[in-house]
T-cell receptor, first 113, second 112 residues
Framework: DTEVTQTPKHLVMGMTNKKSLKCEQH?????MYWYKQKAKKPPELMFV???????INESVPSRFSPECPNSSLLNLHLHALQPEDSALYLC????????????FGQGTRLTVV | LAKTTQPISMDSYEGQEVNITCSHN???????ITWYQQFPSQGPRFIIQ???TKVTNEVASLFIPADRKSSTLSLPRVSLSDTAVYYC?????????????FGIGTKLQVIP
């Protein structure tokens, strides 16, 4: 199984809602990532987890809260988002070694209204 | 973190070989060079990775000169389905894993 599965595929939420994005991989990868991608822009790194611990937070606002419950799962909790947070949110995983590829999910298309 | 520079866009006719060059002048000794392909509204897909000289797989070839300050992704005989954005990345090995950071990318348009 070389897939990274993200749910839901699409999400519409109001600015006062709380929602969560989920990501799952069963490749035994030790590093997991969240990216945000706006239209016609490259993916922007948000968070990196290594061995289930948060290793990198790229100065992401606190309305985005990541969680890694175990080595296969990665969540992104959303609260009080703004319309400008609408984007494609991508999850990825990698073995965690120096020369390995990252596998990406298909993303969650988030719309904040 | 080594910065990469690539052309913003390229056009090619079907059946031609396409070469996309990426500059990474301050690449570090331990850094690998990785290329990803992305179609609209999909996650990026790994194409190829290399450290030096030449790497070839069933999809592409990657040429890296001795000074490693640039690399060239070569796609043989492109088809319409190769229309996508291609990203060149240079690894940042801090923390013992690849900090996968994307540059602008090259939008390849394959023309019939």
């Amino acid at each position: 199984d070389t897939e990274v599965t993200q749910t839901p595929k699409h999400l519409v939420m109001g600015m006062t809602n709380k929602k969560s994005l989920k990501c799952e991989q069963h490749m035994g990868h030790r590093a997991m990532y969240w990216y945000k991608q706006k239209a016609k822009k490259p993916p922007e790194l948000m968070f990196v987890y290594s061995y289930e611990k948060l290793s990198i937070n790229e100065s992401v606002p606190s309305r985005f809260s990541p969680e890694c419950p175990n080595s296969s799962l990665l969540n992104l909790h959303l609260h009080a988002l703004q319309p400008e947070d609408s984007a494609l949110y991508l999850c990825a995983s990698s073995q965690g070694d120096l020369n390995t590829e990252a596998f990406f999910g298909q993303g969650t298309r988030l719309t904040v209204v | 973190l080594a910065k990469t520079t690539q052309p913003i866009s390229m056009d090619s006719y079907e059946g031609q070989e396409v070469n996309i060059t990426c500059s990474h002048n301050n690449i570090a000794t331990n850094d690998y060079i990785t290329w990803y392909q992305q179609f609209p509204s999909q996650g990026p897909r790994f194409i190829i990775q290399g450290y030096k000289t030449k790497v070839t797989n069933e999809v592409a070839s990657l040429f890296i000169p001795a000074d490693r300050k640039s690399s060239t992704l070569s796609l043989p005989r492109v088809s319409l389905s190769d229309t996508a954005v291609y990203y060149c990345l240079v690894g940042d090995n801090s923390g013992g894993y690849q900090k996968v950071t994307f540059g602008i990318g090259t939008k390849l348009q394959v023309i019939p």
